[in-house]
């Protein structure tokens, strides 16, 4: 239940405070609104739309436009930095009540470097944490393979053994990053220590989470057919929604398991 819970505070965070949401969110809407417009001016609908072909890589190769390596650096540093600014503000919003202004959130170089600093901690040790469960699933498989188990079961037990320590180990730990834009320096022991006895709860806001992305995701598909535009339209959406709500749940269970706040949901 508390899971659910925290499933729907993050959600109310959202649409509770949704002007302030869409000015958070204005770098990474103008970066996203550039970049797509620099995309198609540059590169043209043809090599956009096109797919790469695996069987021949030398010909796909040939085909890619001068300049795309500048644009792909260009996304890929600029994206981050619009990502970390509005991550980070939105975290000081709901937790210092630092509110964005009409023309977009306040940069705080400080904030975003520790985010980063921390942000890339967390990836690296999950990467390891990967890395590990996959070893150790793979053995597992492998002996439940010459046992004659179905491979079915086999998929379902080595998803199962590799999503919930790896959601657990995230969520746990996941304290470090608002810890970071607020500049209160939680510890990965601290964090880990906070979120003690929490496991069931973050492993259903983890289920649930997956879930309903999967439901919104729905309309967009149909309408992808039907109507394009529309589809388009539909899914930049639930890309917005979706990144937010990701930063919405971890400023949650910070604030939820770290400064014990109360769930008013």
Partial sequence: MLGFQL????????????????????PVLVFSAVIYIWMFAQFGTTFVGATWDASDPQRAFSQIP???????VIFAVGGTITFLWTATAWHRFILLEETPGSTGPRWDGGAIWRYFKAGFILVLLMFAATLA????????????AKL?????????????????????IFYRLSPILPSAAVGTGLKMSEAWDATRGAGWS???LAVVSVLAAMAISIPGEILLSAAPVLGVIWQIGVQWI?????????????????????LNV
Wanted: proline share 4%; no cysteine.
């Fill in 133 to 144: 469960l996959s070893i150790i699933t793979t053995i597992v498989a492998i002996i439940l």
């Fill in 148 to 168: 004659s188990i179905p491979p079915m079961l086999i998929g379902l037990l080595f998803s199962f053994l590799m999503f919930v320590p790896l959601v657990l």
């Fill in 66 to 72: 001068d300049g795309f390596a500048l644009f792909v």
């Fill in 7 to 26: 499933f729907l505070h993050s959600l109310r965070m959202i649409f509770g405070n949704f002007g302030a949401a869409v000015r958070v969110t204005i």
């Fill in 242 to 262: 979706s990144s937010l709500f990701g930063i919405s749940i971890l400023t949650t269970i910070y604030g939820v398991y770290v400064e014990k706040r109360d």
């Fill in 202 to 204: 973050l492993i259903v």
